[in-house]
């Protein structure tokens, strides 16, 4: 699954990020393991939008006794104390994105091999906060997605092998 903007994690983020999830699992008495802190460095040093048996695969080439359970509760808390967006991309599967160290962008889904393009539009944004003004409306959040073919897959489809 691909991501095209990039992620450059500061020691500030880095920072930011430890403190966030240490008060997160603090208020909720969670203790933080080596299993759980070697995920979220894993996790924050992947790019792109990866479901929790990715980030597994990755974690296993550190540490193989990480279970996949592990994984899916770290991911879950990631995504709960704000850290990381839980995506849907409309396959069933939940995909899981930094939130730290990336501007905000949106999504172009390819609906025949899944990949995943990402996209800033001032415009786009611009249009959004307009409509929402217009109806007394107060965004909190938002999300973009559009369905589709990629280039390589129109040209796959127009001409089948
Ligand atoms: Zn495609
Ligand atoms: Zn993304």
Do not use: K
């Given at each position: 699954m691909g991501g095209s903007v990039s992620v450059t994690m500061t020691p500030a983020q880095r920072n930011e990020i430890e403190k966030t999830l240490d008060r997160y699992m603090g208020e909720r008495g969670l203790k933080s393991t080596r299993q759980r802190s070697l995920i979220v460095d894993v996790f924050f040093e992947m790019d792109g939008h990866f479901s929790v048996e990715e980030v597994w695969g990755r974690v296993r080439q550190d540490n193989?006794?990480?279970s996949v359970a592990t994984v899916y509760r770290t991911m879950k808390l990631l995504a709960e104390s704000g850290l990381a967006h839980a995506r849907?991309?409309?396959?069933?599967q939940t995909r899981y994105e930094a939130a730290i160290g990336k501007d905000h962008h949106d999504h172009l889904i390819c609906t025949r091999c899944g990949t995943i393009i990402e996209f800033e539009n001032d415009q786009i944004e611009r249009l959004q906060d307009a409509v929402a003004r217009k109806h007394g409306f107060q965004v909190t959040s938002h999300k973009m997605e559009l369905y589709g073919l990629c280039r390589p897959c129109q040209r796959a489809v127009e001409q089948p092998a």
């Open positions: 193989p006794r990480v849907n991309f409309g396959d069933g």
